[in-house]
Each structure stands twice: as structure tokens, then as C-alpha cells.
């Protein structure tokens, strides 16, 4: 009798011991697993983290682009156009204004070549200094 009362409470012992076993679906797929499964709300949110990733993903190359498209600075630009170029923005910006002309300099320091400078006279660009 003692041999019996024990091996059951062995049983009991022991099955509260094993856990769970759930079975879920996960990408079309069966898969069992130890914890249950994720609901609707985890999926959601892995579906806009995915969504956010991507739309990352996306600006990150239209702005590649964008660079790339850049080109270099021309004799006749605008500043507006000059500032869209490879150059970027200047570090500094000189003006000397006339009665008849307003001139600019915009001054790009580069750590080992030295200066590059655009020149403007009215607004339009009229010489590069490298």
C-alpha cells in the first residue's frame, strides 16, 4: 500500500513538473513551443516594425540618390543651385557689397588640401577657386 500511495504521488510530482507544450502557427508553419502563442497584437506590431524598417530602408536609398544625382559646381549657377551640388553649404560666407554689385564668397575648408572657394557676383556664379 505504501508502494502504491507513493508512485502516485510520484506521478503528480512529476506531471506538475512538465510544462506546457503549445502548438502554433507561425509564417503558414506548425511549430511547438513552451510559451503561447503570439497573438494578434504581436504580429501587428512586427508587421509596422517591418513597415518602418522598410520605409527606412526606402528614404535611405532615395537620399543615395539624391546624392549621387548632385553634380558639380558650374560657372553660371545660382546659389540656390550651387548649394544643391556636390559642394554642399559653405563653412563661411564673405560679402562685399558695391553701389553697382553685391559680391559673395563661400568658403569650403578641407582638412588636407587646403580652401575651395565659389565666387558670386549678383547671385550667379562667376568663379571656382580650388
Not at 512529476?14 to 502548438?23: N, V
Not at 527606412?56 to 549657377?77: C, F, H, N, T
Request: with cysteine; glycine share 8%; proline share 3%.
Amino acid at each position: 500500500m505504501k508502494y502504491f500511495i507513493g508512485s502516485i504521488l510520484l506521478l503528480l510530482v512529476q506531471s506538475s513538473f512538465a510544462g506546457e507544450i503549445y502548438t502554433c502557427t507561425v509564417n503558414g508553419k506548425t511549430v511547438y513551443q513552451g510559451k503561447p502563442c503570439a497573438g494578434k497584437e504581436l504580429s501587428e506590431k512586427v508587421k509596422q516594425s517591418q513597415a518602418k524598417i522598410k520605409g527606412q530602408q526606402a528614404a535611405a536609398e532615395k537620399e543615395r540618390a539624391e546624392r549621387d544625382a548632385r553634380k558639380e559646381p558650374r560657372v553660371g549657377m545660382t546659389k540656390s543651385e550651387a548649394e544643391k551640388s556636390t559642394w554642399g553649404y559653405p563653412d563661411k560666407v564673405n560679402t562685399t557689397t558695391t553701389a553697382k554689385n553685391e559680391f559673395e564668397q563661400w568658403v569650403y575648408r578641407t582638412p588636407y588640401s587646403g580652401s575651395k572657394y565659389l565666387h558670386f557676383t549678383n547671385g550667379k556664379l562667376t568663379s571656382i577657386s580650388n
